[in-house]
C-alpha cells in the first residue's frame, strides 16, 4: 500500500470513526481489564505488605513486652527465694549476725548479680538493726552512699513487691529497684531491694528489636513517664512531651495506628506488660513501605501508558484492514457504474455476498417506488373520504338545533320533543364530532348522563339511576364512550326484558394506582355458562361478533389503549342482577410531557 492512499485512508472520516470504535473496543475488552487487574494486584500486593509489617511490628514488640515480663517475674522470683534463706532471716529479724554468715551472704548476692547481667546490686535492708547488707557493703543504712531508695522504701505499706525507677545518687547510672518488703505479723521488717541496671537491659531488649524500630520505649501508664529508651536523656520524661500530635492511648492489650511525626509517617504501637502496669511503645518508620508503594504505583501508570500506546497502534492497523474493503463498498455505493469492477475486486472474499445484496437491492428500488406511489393514492382517496365523513357529524348537529327551534315555535316554549333533540345534539358533538378517542372522566361522565336523559324519555317508569362518583378522579382521563354501552346493555337486557321498576347504579372509584367504573343493575340477569364464555373471550381474544357487543367493543378498547392488564369483567346471577366492571390506570396526558 502506497504512502498516498494510506494518508487517504486515514484523512477520511469514515476510517475515523471505525479507529475510533477499534481503539474503544480494545480499550474496554483488553486495557480496561488489565488496569483493573494491575490496581487490584497493587491494593493486594499493598496490603499483604501491610499486613506483613503489622505482623512482624506485633511479634516483635510482643516479644520485648514478654521478656521484659520475664525479667520481672525471676527478680521477684530471686527475692522471694533469698528470703527463706537462713542467714538473710537472721539478718533481717535479729540483732545478731556472723561474720561468716556476712561473707556468706554477700557472696551469694555476688553470684547473683554476676549470673544476671542486668543486676547491679541486691540490697537487703533490716528495720531491726537500720543496717543494709549489699555485695559491696555491710554497714548502717544511713552511712551508705545510695540513699534514694529508702523514701520510697519508706511509703511502702503494703505486703506486695513494687517496682521504682530511679537515680543513684541522684545521677547516672539508672536503676529499676524491684522492692520485696519482709512483714511479720504485719509489721513492716525490712526489704530486699533488687536494683536492675537499665543500662545493662538494653542489651537484652535491643536483642530482641533486631533493628526493626525506628525507636522504642518502655513506659509507666500511670504518670506516662518513660523508663527504658535509647537515648538516656530521656529517663523519667513525659512520653507525649517528645510527641505532641500522638493521641493517648487507652489500656487495651495492643493498639497501632498511623501517626505523622515532623513531616514523617510512622507506624506507633502499644503493648502492655501482662505482670506491670507498663507499655512498651515503639515506632516504626513507614517510609519504606510507602517507597515500595511508589514503585509499584510508577510501574503500573507506565503499563497503563504502554498499553494505551499499544491499543493505538493495534486499532490503526486493525482499521486500515477493516477499512479498505469498506471502502471498495462505499464507492460502489456512490458510483454504481462501477459495480464491474469492485465485482471483479471482491470474488475472493466475503464483501461479495454484500454486493450482491447491494445490487439486488437497486433491482428493487424502482418496484418499490411503484408500490409506493400508488399507496399515496390509495392515502390521498382515503383522506378524501375522512374529510367528508367529517361533514356528517355537523351535518347532523346542525339538522337537530333546526328541529329544535322549529318544535319550540310550534308549541311556544321548550317541551319533550325540543329537550329530547338538545340532548341528542350534545350526544352527537361528543360521540361523531369528537377529534380525540382520551377524553377527561367528567366529560365522560356529562356524556354518559346525556344517553340517559334519551332513555328516560323513550322509557319512562322503567328504570332510574343512582350516581356514585368519587370527584377527585374527574381530572382522570378514560377512552370515549366507557360507560355508554355498558349503560345501554343494563337497560335492553337487564331491565327493560323483567317489565317493572328497575335500578341502574353508576360507581366510580379509585383501587389502589386503578380506577374502576361499576354499572350494576337489578334486572333479569345472565346465566352462568354465558358469563363464564363471555369473560373468557374478553381476557383471552379480541371478538365483536355475537352478543353482547358494547360491553366487548369497551373491553377491546381498553386493552388497545392501556394494555391486556386492564379491561371489563361481568359478573351476573339470574332474576339477582348484573354488575359490570371496567378496570383502568389513573390515566392523565398533559400536553407538554405526555402521560402522567
Known amino acids: 500500500m502506497t504512502k498516498q492512499s494510506i494518508w487517504s485512508i486515514i484523512s477520511n472520516y469514515r476510517f475515523k470513526s471505525i479507529f475510533i470504535r477499534n481503539f474503544f473496543l480494545i ?146 547510672p539508672y536503676f529499676l ?26 542489651t537484652v531488649i535491643e536483642s530482641n528489636n533486631g533493628g526493626f524500630f525506628e525507636d522504642l520505649y518502655i513506659v509507666d501508664n500511670s504518670d506516662n513517664s518513660i523508663l527504658y529508651n535509647a537515648d538516656m536523656s530521656h529517663y523519667q520524661k513525659n512520653i507525649f512531651s517528645l510527641f505532641e500530635d500522638v493521641p493517648s492511648y487507652s489500656k487495651e492489650e495492643f493498639t497501632s495506628q498511623s501517626v505523622n511525626i515532623h513531616g514523617d509517617e510512622y507506624l506507633m504501637s502499644r503493648n502492655n506488660i501482662e505482670d506491670l502496669d507498663w507499655s512498651v511503645i515503639s515506632l516504626l518508620s513507614l517510609k519504606h513501605f510507602e517507597e515500595t508503594n511508589e514503585s509499584i504505583r510508577t510501574f503500573i501508570y507506565l503499563s497503563i501508558i504502554g498499553s494505551l500506546f499499544i491499543a493505538v497502534i493495534i486499532s490503526f492497523f486493525i482499521s486500515i484492514r477493516t477499512y479498505k474493503p469498506v471502502g471498495d463498498v462505499i464507492t460502489f455505493l456512490k458510483e454504481p457504474e462501477k459495480s464491474i469492477d469492485l465485482k471483479e475486486k471482491v470474488v475472493k472474499n466475503e464483501l461479495l455476498y454484500i454486493y450482491n445484496q447491494i445490487k439486488k437491492s437497486y433491482k428493487s428500488k424502482a418496484s418499490l417506488e411503484k408500490e409506493l406511489d400508488e399507496r399515496l393514492q390509495l392515502l390521498n382517496k382515503a383522506q378524501m373520504v375522512a374529510l367528508q365523513a367529517q361533514i356528517s357529524p355537523h351535518f347532523l348537529s346542525n339538522t337537530l338545533e333546526t328541529m329544535k327551534w322549529n318544535a319550540m315555535r310550534l308549541t311556544g316554549g321548550e317541551n319533550e320533543v325540543s329537550k329530547m333533540t338538545v340532548s341528542l345534539a350534545r350526544l352527537l358533538r361528543f360521540t361523531l364530532g369528537a377529534e380525540k378517542s382520551i377524553i377527561s372522566i367528567d366529560e365522560e361522565i356529562e356524556l354518559d348522563k346525556k344517553y340517559i336523559e334519551l332513555m328516560e324519555f323513550r322509557f319512562r317508569n322503567v328504570f332510574q339511576t343512582e350516581w356514585d362518583v368519587d370527584d377527585s378522579l374527574l381530572e382522570y382521563e378514560t377512552i370515549q364512550l366507557t360507560l355508554q354501552p355498558i349503560i345501554e ?108
Open 27 to 172: 480499550l474496554l475488552l483488553i486495557v480496561t481489564p488489565l488496569i483493573i487487574i494491575n490496581y487490584i494486584v497493587y491494593y493486594k500486593l499493598s496490603d499483604m505488605s501491610k499486613q506483613d509489617i503489622y505482623s512482624q511490628n506485633y511479634s516483635s514488640i510482643n516479644r520485648i513486652g514478654h521478656n521484659m515480663d520475664t525479667i520481672y517475674k525471676d527478680t521477684k522470683r530471686l527475692a522471694t527465694q533469698l528470703s527463706l534463706q537462713d542467714d538473710v532471716e537472721l539478718f533481717m529479724l535479729t540483732n545478731y549476725f556472723s561474720e561468716k554468715g556476712t561473707e556468706e551472704t554477700r557472696n551469694q548476692l555476688n553470684m547473683y548479680s554476676n549470673t544476671f547481667q542486668y543486676i547491679d546490686s541486691i540490697y537487703l535492708y533490716s528495720e531491726l538493726k537500720q543496717s543494709v547488707l549489699t555485695n559491696r557493703y555491710v554497714g548502717s543504712a544511713s552511712l551508705l552512699k545510695d540513699q534514694t531508695w529508702y523514701e520510697y522504701y519508706e511509703n511502702i505499706n503494703e505486703n506486695k513487691t513494687f517496682v521504682q525507677p530511679r537515680e543513684y545518687k541522684d545521677w547516672y
Open 489 to 596: 346493555n343494563a337497560i335492553f337486557h337487564g331491565i327493560k326484558p323483567q317489565k317493572e321498576l328497575g335500578t341502574i347504579s353508576v360507581q366510580v372509584k379509585e383501587e389502589k394506582s386503578d380506577i374502576l367504573f361499576i354499572v350494576a343493575d337489578n334486572g333479569q340477569g345472565i346465566d352462568q355458562e354465558t358469563v363464564r364464555t363471555l369473560n373468557r373471550q374478553m381476557q383471552e381474544e379480541y371478538n365483536l361478533e355475537g352478543k353482547y357487543v358494547g360491553v366487548r367493543n369497551v373491553n377491546q378498547r381498553i386493552k388497545l389503549i392501556f394494555g391486556d392488564k386492564y379491561g371489563v369483567y361481568v359478573w351476573s346471577e339470574q332474576n339477582i342482577g348484573t354488575k359490570v366492571t371496567a378496570r383502568i390506570p389513573k390515566y392523565k396526558f398533559n400536553n407538554d410531557q405526555g402521560l402522567v
Open 177 to 202: 529497684s524491684v522492692y520485696y518488703p519482709i512483714y511479720i505479723d504485719n509489721n513492716k521488717m525490712g526489704a530486699i531491694i533488687i536494683n536492675l541496671n537499665i543500662r545493662d537491659l538494653r
